[in-house]
């Protein structure tokens, strides 16, 4: 895990602690639940922890600010920002229950105070945040469709409401249906592996 320091020198020793500790229960429930395939298992650090935390290479969540993991999964990204970020707010989302209740033992297992599990759809879920990370669980636009409703209107940090969205490949054409204001993040030009050749966090905004 200290190899993720290679790649983001802003992690402190304190959070790969707590990183190392989350690979070990994520590992234990892997094998009850297979959030991710058993084959990527041993591919977690890179794959899945250092591609979640990617995130801080581009930008900081501020103290208090709120974000909503749509479609967490096994909680990614979230578990792992809300290791880096501790004063912000997590709300981790998916609809299929054993996820969110294996989500919720992970955090509470990690003492991880602000992270809450919410078993819900985006369409049906009314609370709202300042920002909103996905891995790719769909098409962008769609996934603007169904999420928009949840951002926070009013702007109070530096960063304008918005969406983080993790995904790979070639998105042009995606991209020439957003409607709103973007920012492409490649993560490669932060993290020198080739993993991320193709990887990049969408940022919409109001």
């Excluded at 990617?54 to 909680?75: P, R």
């Excluded at 955090?107 to 300042?130: C, M, P, T, W």
């Amino acid at each position: 895990m200290k190899e993720l320091q290679t790649y983001l020198p802003n992690i402190t020793d304190q959070q790969i602690e707590k990183l190392e500790a989350f690979a070990i229960v994520f590992r234990e429930w892997n094998a009850k639940l297979n959030l991710v395939s058993r084959k990527d298992i041993d591919n977690l650090n890179i794959h899945h922890i250092l591609h979640s935390i990617s995130l801080t290479a581009f930008v900081q969540f501020e103290h208090g600010s709120s974000v909503i993991d749509v479609g967490t999964g096994g909680g990614l990204p979230g578990l792992p920002l809300a290791i880096i970020f501790p004063e912000s707010q997590f709300t981790l989302m998916d609809s299929i229950g054993k996820k969110i209740n294996a989500v919720t033992e992970m955090a509470r297992e990690l003492k991880l105070d602000n992270v809450i599990g919410i078993k819900a759809r985006s369409n049906e879920f009314k609370a709202k945040a300042n920002f909103i990370v996905s891995r790719a669980v769909t098409t962008l636009p769609s996934f603007i469709d169904q999420t928009h409703h949840l951002l926070l209107l009013r702007h109070q940090y530096n960063l304008k409401p918005g969406i983080f969205y993790y995904k790979g490949g070639d998105l042009k054409d995606e991209l020439k249906l957003v409607e709103n204001p973007y920012k492409t993040f490649d993560i490669s030009d932060k993290i020198k592996h080739d993993f991320f050749d193709t990887k990049k966090i969408i940022y919409i905004h109001n």
